[in-house]
């Protein structure tokens, strides 16, 4: 069992888990004169460049915000672009994925993706799960509010079946029932585009996760951003609600 307890990190060490909210491929798109389908063939270049930086710096897990529960009420054109843009990637990608002892997982709800896409997806966590390089998560058709609820309703579940005493429902319980709960809470988030916001994501897990937000557009986001991002993490004193001595 994962200890969920914050890991402590030598002081220039790289953060054991980086998440990233890859936000701008419209916007990018769009100053360029471009469809938005366009920022996002590009955004999909800057994830093959920050998973092979994140595997270069040290880092463990990677988790990045590709596709919100919210998302779905976008266009349908729009919505078929990304799914289309996503069956390129795990039928193209994740072999070479494989091949550098990457791990993928994806979270989210997935009875929400086309059938052919949800295969994909088990074919590719099949593939790459016994590696023990970087572990690559991404959040499709992902809500953190929706994972809190998924993981109260599981609870109430064993509670009504009597696997589950209620004094037994405690922090770790509910951590065990979210999509995460084989991983550690991201040391670092990282929103690009300018915005600064989580917008839904990983609420739970950020509780005490540092965040840094930056201009940069996803698809010009690289390796120095990257570098520049984990710089400013190493300038934050962590203390988890302590008193700094």
Do not use: C
């Amino acid at each position: 069992m994962v200890d969920f307890r914050p890991i402590p990190l030598h002081p220039r060490s790289p953060p054991v888990h980086v998440a990233i909210i890859m936000d701008g491929n419209g916007r990018w798109a769009k100053a360029r004169g471009l469809p938005r389908a366009a920022g996002h063939r590009r955004g999909a270049e800057s994830v093959r460049v920050v998973i092979r930086a994140a595997a270069d710096m040290g880092v463990r897990y990677l988790t990045l915000f590709g596709f919100s529960s919210e998302n779905w009420r976008r266009p349908s054109g729009e919505v078929n672009d990304l799914m289309g843009l996503l069956r390129l990637y795990l039928r193209n990608e994740v072999g070479e994925l494989h091949r550098n002892g990457v791990r993928l997982r994806i979270i989210g709800d997935r009875e929400r993706l086309p059938q052919d896409i949800a295969s994909l997806v088990e074919e590719a966590e099949r593939l790459t799960g016994s590696n023990v390089g970087l572990t690559v998560t991404v959040a499709l058709s992902y809500g953190g509010r929706q994972e809190l609820v998924r993981a109260a309703r599981l609870l109430a579940e064993e509670a009504a079946a009597g696997r589950l005493r209620p004094e037994e429902i405690d922090e770790r319980a509910l951590v065990e029932r979210l999509f995460t709960a084989d991983m550690p809470d991201p040391d670092l988030l990282i929103r690009t585009s300018g915005e600064k916001r989580i917008s839904n994501f990983l609420l739970w897990q950020s509780a005490y996760t540092e965040l840094v937000f930056t201009e940069t557009l996803w698809p010009d986001f690289d390796r120095t951003d990257l570098e520049a991002a984990l710089g400013e993490f190493h300038l934050r004193e962590r203390r988890y609600g302590a008193v700094s001595s």
